[in-house]
């Protein structure tokens, strides 16, 4: 994961809902304080108090799909100015539930709004700042729903999508997996907790030194 000296590295972690990111987040935060690195883990949309408000908004509002989108950056423009870049000059690793792919593959190949826009948006949002390493957690839908489901709790807008809208997310992350191997990674979310994490310490370098 090549990236500036003395500045910290970023890593987003990607999927359908219900693909388990969450369960890995915290053990992945663990290990690297473990190695002696300084980590912030956070969230999109959300990180920042005026991040979270909008995060509210988005994920329990019906709106358009564009006003989504832009909701979504401006949450992220926030987010990144006010805590991933500092941070990233402070020399930490930051670890991200879900960037900029996550809008291009939910508000873009799951809603159809266009690639064209998202990537202005990003430019204004976040400029040259791209992850480090990006890790896709992938899994067929009837995993994802059971996963959902045992969880016990409503769902949100996103989480309540038709088979259809999960198949096209799937389909866009599997594309850029595909179309960036150097920076994404994809996890077969589908197999055992003990089999993800082998891979994982693998593509984030996380054995003892």
Not at 122 to 134: F, K, M, S, V
Request: aromatic share 6%; proline share 4%; charged share 30%.
């Amino acid at each position: 994961m090549a990236h500036a000296s003395g500045r910290g590295r970023f890593v987003t972690l990607e999927g359908v809902d219900g693909a388990g990111k969450s369960t890995h987040i915290p053990w992945i935060a663990d290990r690297l304080r473990a190695l002696g690195h300084a980590v912030l883990v956070t969230r999109e949309p959300g990180g920042t108090p005026l991040a979270e408000e909008l995060r509210g908004f988005v994920l329990s509002r019906p709106m358009d799909p564009v006003t989504e989108t832009l909701l979504l950056f401006a949450a992220r423009a926030d987010h990144v100015r006010e805590m991933i870049l500092p941070a990233l000059e402070r020399g930490q690793w930051v670890l991200c539930d879900r960037f900029s792919d996550a809008t291009l593959a939910y508000q873009g190949a799951g809603k159809g709004v266009s690639r064209a826009l998202i990537e202005q948006l990003a430019q204004a949002a976040h400029g040259a700042l791209q992850p480090d390493r990006t890790l896709v957690f992938d899994c067929p839908y009837e995993v994802s729903r059971a996963r959902l489901e045992s969880a016990g709790r409503k769902f949100d807008r996103f989480e309540a999508e038709n088979r259809e809208f999960f198949e096209r997310v799937r389909s866009a992350y599997a594309r850029l997996s595909h179309d960036e191997p150097q920076r994404v990674r994809r996890i077969d979310a589908s197999r055992s907790i003990e089999e993800i994490r082998a891979e994982l310490r693998s593509h984030l370098s996380l054995e003892a030194r």
